[in-house]
């Protein structure tokens, strides 16, 4: 009767809180219309009836019904599953990040509209209604009554990221006006809807408010050092993402100026995008290099992930451009039949074989030998695996690609063109996968050569535990260490008390570590300590009947 009570449970939980975030978001909607109304008024020339009924709707309904639903599931707070349960806090992670990224925009706008000497009512009024959203789950989530028992600090990473994402691009939209207004050197402007500087003030009021976000949850909700798996892989991304930004915008911006001394094309028309170009360089390197110092802090395993995926980063920019490279040397061999100057496409793969080969030396660093040990990381392994594995995906397609040129050549239905016109760049694509996929197959077999032989993995399959009647913490812990289903037990006489607790879940993997059973029995010593009896297989059936 456990399972099915446990799964009407779970459903319930999600209908309700999918229910709750329903109404939450109507209910602001309507609020925010009504606010809207109140702040704007008189500026609006002409406006239906249709939008205040709507509003007058979604508060005079929602708002009540939401607060209804609230205080009838607050009610189940007093039990601590309700606390624990992964749905309360997926709700709470996904409706904080909801309004504060909703509240964010509104203000940002406002601001932006305010440069401009206009009143966004619109704007002010979600922003208002919004953070008022943001802040009564915040409290919810920090709440002893309602604090959610799993994921704590979710809301609190997706907040940095998204904070640190919106102060980025403001930042970086400011200086690339700037920029453009330093590269014209005073050139007449024919047809301009603001000036540099109102654009740079919008980016910077965007910036602004993405730099309070990520500095309220990076520093004062304790983001920098969260606990838990969730952060750690929210730091990573975000070193793969500034890394990558940084290294496609240094190669760009390499290109432009390549260009800018080798191509015959016009100046401005080559110069178009560099000022976007050094901007994101150089914020992309700034965040790179600060969340940089963050990893260094953190475990070994964090680090290597944030290695290896800057490695990947850099990887795929070295064979885009060794690739490329190829492309525009066959190009220089065949006709052009089109005013078309290879060129470009030489000095745009140079620029990204020159930027991405050393990112890539520095994060994967070939000439150091591999030890035993890093030879048997999974996180290794997984990216040497998906690196050969996708590098033999794209090459087969550069394969057949190539072989249907060719046919189609042989056959003269393509018109004009040379062989090497038709097959130059998927050969180039081909060229550099092949060197990918041949040098990391056989990193994999040599870290499979000197890898450690992997410990035998005890097996059991079932566990009956003698516990106490608050275990559930110990249950989940024997769960997740060995994969084995549990069975509570409780001693006769005593069934509150009697038995092993949540504190002795070390004692308890202890003690199951190297068995191999059916099933085994955990039952508290009576001189202290933790006592595992494997059983036999009519055993392992009795204790499945009566579990």
Request: hydrophobic share 60%; proline share 3%.
């Amino acid at each position: 009767m456990a399972g099915p009570g446990r799964a009407q449970t779970a459903v319930r939980r999600i209908i309700v809180y999918v229910i709750l975030f329903a109404l939450v978001v109507v209910a602001a909607i309507g609020l925010t219309g009504l606010l809207e109304r109140a702040v704007g008024a008189g500026q609006v020339l002409t406006s239906g009836d249709s939008g205040l009924a709507r509003s007058l709707a979604f508060t005079v309904i929602g708002l009540p019904l939401a607060g209804l639903l609230w205080w009838w599931q607050r009610r189940r707070f007093a039990e601590a599953d309700e606390r624990r349960s992964l749905v309360w806090a997926l709700y709470l992670a996904a409706m904080s990040t909801t309004a504060l990224i909703t509240a964010s925009v509104g203000l940002s706008t406002a601001a932006a509209e305010g440069i401009e000497g206009r009143w966004d009512a619109g704007a002010a009024a979600s922003a208002v209604v919004w953070s008022a959203v943001w802040l009564w789950h915040r409290h919810m989530r920090r709440s002893a009554a309602t604090a959610p028992a799993r994921l704590p600090y979710v809301p609190v990473s997706l907040g940095a990221l998204y904070g640190l994402a919106v102060a980025a691009i403001g930042v970086i939209t400011a200086l690339a006006a700037l920029i453009e207004a330093a590269l014209s050197l005073g050139g007449e402007v024919l047809v301009s809807s603001q000036s540099w500087s109102t654009a740079a003030a919008q980016a910077l009021a965007w910036a602004l408010v993405g730099a309070v976000v990520w500095w309220w949850h990076w520093f004062v909700e304790g983001g920098r050092d969260a606990p838990g798996s969730f952060a750690p892989v929210v730091l990573v991304i975000v070193v793969g993402a500034a890394a990558a930004t940084t290294l496609y915008a240094t190669g760009f911006a390499l290109f432009t100026l390549l260009r800018v001394l080798f191509d015959d094309d016009p100046v401005a028309e080559v110069m178009a995008s560099l000022d976007v170009a050094i901007a994101a360089a150089l914020i992309g390197g700034i965040v790179w290099a600060y969340h940089a110092q963050v990893v260094a802090r953190r475990s070994e395993g964090v680090r290597r992930g944030a290695r290896l995926l800057v490695s990947a980063v850099a990887l795929i920019g070295a064979a885009s451009g060794f690739g490329v490279v190829i492309n525009g040397l066959l190009a220089t061999l065949s006709p052009n039949l089109v005013d078309d100057d290879p060129r470009t496409l030489l000095l745009g793969g140079l620029s990204a074989l020159v930027v991405g080969a050393p990112a890539w030396w520095f994060a994967w660093q070939p000439t150091r030998a591999a030890s035993a040990d890093d030879a048997a990381d999974r996180a290794r392994r997984v990216y040497l695996v998906t690196i050969f594995g996708a590098s033999a995906v794209v090459a087969i397609a550069a394969v057949l690609i190539i072989g249907f040129r060719v046919f189609e050549f042989a056959l003269g239905a393509g018109g004009a063109a040379g062989l090497i016109e038709r097959i130059r760049a998927p050969f180039g694509l081909l060229v550099a996968t092949a060197v990918v996929f041949a040098y990391h197959f056989a990193v994999w077999r040599h870290d499979r050569a000197i890898a450690k032989p992997a410990a035998a993995v005890a097996t059991v399959g079932r566990v009956v535990l003698v516990a106490a009647a608050e275990s559930g913490e110990l249950v989940r812990g024997i769960r997740s260490a060995t994969g084995a289903s549990v069975s509570v037990w409780h001693e006769s006489g005593a069934p509150g008390g009697a038995g092993l607790g949540d504190v002795d879940l070390p004692a308890v993997l202890s003690a199951i570590e190297g068995l191999s059973a059916p099933s085994v029995l955990i039952l508290a010593e009576t001189g202290g300590g933790v006592r595992a009896i494997p059983l036999d297989e009519a055993a392992a059936l009795a204790s499945s009947a009566n579990g």
